[in-house]
């Protein structure tokens, strides 16, 4: 019988790795949202906020809390290339064109960074990386702690963005309806450069906090790719929130199953969640594409 | 069946297919006497990839349902063909049809959950699917867990028996010959009704239904051939490279995506466009693998790379790929796409 305290550290754990998870969603919920298209190279843009933290880190020593606003912007700009030059032509064209188009970007960052940076396993000693703090049977990493803290800052941030400023509203008007948007003269163009630059600049600050506390590899964006689908399915579309909170769910039930069953096995209750809530929900949450 | 195949035979595309399938029979013997083990290898990959794409062509070019996880049933065949012949000491000429038999019924045990999805559900959850085989081999002690299985090591006297031969010479009459049933099997099913429908889920769905055509009935149909030939590409991997683990072959990139790569660069409006795909790409891929990575490990990832680059070309230039390409202008003469049957 697994004890008290170890479920209470698990779900702490999960929640502190889940909101690592949201940032990764929100991401691809937004680009999803706004573009209805599935970006699958999401998990890869993070892979590169985690390896511009490191950098920045290895290279100048700069602190990876404060390269956060680095790996926002650099991959935001990277993010409204890919758009110009790789989505913006294949918004229009059939589904798997899309599919295709955003797995090449994939495969180019995964393995593009791969040959740049060496297929090597890295790691950031940050000076408090030891630091724990311990309330009764619970423990806590403090830079699992502050990535928490700097993930819900985010999210929190990227909400009042889009409620309160032009761009902000504007964004959620292109996802509403296009052609509406349009006519009201925003430049819809312009608002999916933005949308994908956030999008996948999110990401990129869940990369950089998963590099305070867990090793990063080129290829560790396959991983985080498929979280960031289960976050999407099971928190909808259009609610930053409800992408929030269900990455904060996954990674709670990742966390305490692994309790349960074999640590290798977790992941597989997490993709068989994913098969069972796509096969299950309704119609109405995704419109009407799926039966 | 057999009128199929003498029309295919006939006329100048038949003409094309006999000089090609000559140029193939005679090729492995050239590479032998001049002792070319990287062109021999390529080409086995070549053909290896071109039944599996082939075989994922017919899910995704004619019926429409975009896979992302025929690891799943290349993993399967591989590991029925190693189980067979390292537990049981069947012979793989047994064990490779074995092997692609078990995925089809996987491949049906998948369709029921699976074909109740449409678009990119259908993509995603195959990916899904195609992650949870891995973790499930990884943990699972009879098939050798993340260690995989290593083939017997036989006496000089069975290697017919257990299919031993150095280089890939022999193997790529194996595979020549697996293809050729694959094409036996093939052209007469698109060709046929079966074909039509499944055409016709392609474009519309619902159209089809109100057609009386039974939708979930004819993607298992194509399921089951699909995952029949992909797990027998499992199988000539396994003979080839006596090695099966669960990071290679149930991989999402250079399994599942790889197929894709061959089969969108062809052309899957087109019968053979994953053939032409797989010619293609591979010998790019293998170039770049064996020349730079192989020499230079700290460039691992660059034949990857290479290939993101294609696969970006190909989706933004010409998402019709090379058969396609070539209809449009005119190089090729389309096939009249007649309904004698349906």
Redesign the interface.
Known sequence: MVGLDYVANAVVSGILIGSVYSLVGMGLALIWGIMDV?NFAQGDYMMLGAFITYWAFTLAGVDPLLSVPLSFLVTFALGVLTQRV?IE??LD?????Q???T??????I??????AF??YTKRIYVPYADVIFRFGTISLQLPRLIAFFVSLGVAVAFYVFLKTTYTGVALRAVSQNRMAAYLMGINVRKMYWIAFGIGVGISAVGGTLVATFLPIH?EMG?FYA?IA?IVV?FGGFGSVFGAYISGIIIGVTESVSALFI?P??K??VA??L??AI??VKPTGL?GT??? | MLQFIKEGLSGRNGQYFLIVAAVMLVAPLIFWKLDLPFAANAMLLCLMFSIMAMAWNLLEGYTGQLSFGHAVFFGVGAYTTMILMLYYGVTPWVGIFAGGLVAALVGLALGVPLFRLRSHWFALATIAVGEIFKLIFISWDYVGGSAGLQSPIVPEEQKLYYLQYAGSYVYIYLALGLLGLELLIMYPLVRSRIGYYLQAIREDEDAAMSLGINPFKYKMVAMFFSALFTGIGGGIYTVRFRFVDPFAVFDLISVSVYITIAGILGGIYSFVGPIVGSFVFVPISEYVRVYVVSRFPRFYGLHVFVLGVILLAISLLAPEGIMGWLEKKGYLRKREEGGEEG
């Open positions: 599935i790789v032509r294949v064209a059939p589904m798997v064109s599919i295709t188009a797995f090449a970007v994939l495969l180019m995964r393995y593009g960074a791969e040959a060496g297929p080129p396959g498929l689908f399915v074999s290798s096995l992941d597989v993709f068989l994913f098969i796509i096969l995704f594409e799926q039966r």
